[in-house]
């Protein structure tokens, strides 16, 4: 079929509605799961198991389909099959661990461009750390927006995974994000 690409994120189950321990056992027994990983897995509260695959069903994977590259990571795939930037970080946490490049005061102009007010940005090994002036808090949209334009890492001392309807409206007004079509128009 001409496919180059392909991608695998593993097998996912959460705890809603299921019997935890049966449902581990049985992937245990058919080989999807190393029982050393579900502790790891903590970070997802909802989720036992997100995006697992052992390394023996990758290289299976890979046998079947020699021509294709396989992407585990959705980051790869949007970087290297269609050349979209990306950000280093996630969950406010560096994703993809490489030099700072960067002047602190480019980092600042960047993150104040989407509204927010900076302290002070530190450029560490991997990564800056910009501190906020205030009360205000990075949203995920915001920190990963601004580590996918400067292709770097950009951790936050101030981090909210999810916006409020106030960072929406803020979205909004300025045009950061493309939302109109998901927000009922105010009367």
Do not use: C
Not at 24 to 41: E, N
Not at 173 to 184: M, V
């Amino acid at each position: 079929m001409g496919f180059k690409n392909l991608m695998v994120r593993g097998v996912a189950f959460g705890t809603f509605g299921v019997d935890r321990e049966k449902e581990l056992q049985k992937m245990r027994d058919l080989g999807f799961i190393d029982p050393s990983i579900v502790p790891s897995s903590g970070s997802h509260e909802y989720y036992v198991i997100k995006n697992f695959l052992t390394l023996e069903a990758y290289q299976k994977l890979q046998e079947m389909v020699p021509r294709m590259k396989i992407h585990r990571h959705t980051y790869t795939y949007y970087q290297e099959v269609w050349n979209v930037p990306i950000a280093f970080n996630r969950d406010n946490q560096v994703r993809i661990s490489q030099s700072t490049f960067h002047s602190p005061e480019r980092v600042k102009d960047v993150v104040e461009k989407y509204g927010l007010k900076v302290k002070n940005v530190s450029k560490k090994d991997d990564h800056y750390f910009v501190e906020l002036s205030g009360p205000q808090a990075a949203t995920e949209d915001i920190a990963m927006t601004v580590g996918a334009e400067l292709e770097s890492a950009v951790i936050f001392d101030n981090y909210r995974r999810t916006a409020s309807l106030d960072d929406v409206r803020f979205y909004r007004e300025n045009s950061l994000f493309y939302l109109d079509p998901y927000i009922k128009k105010e009367k």
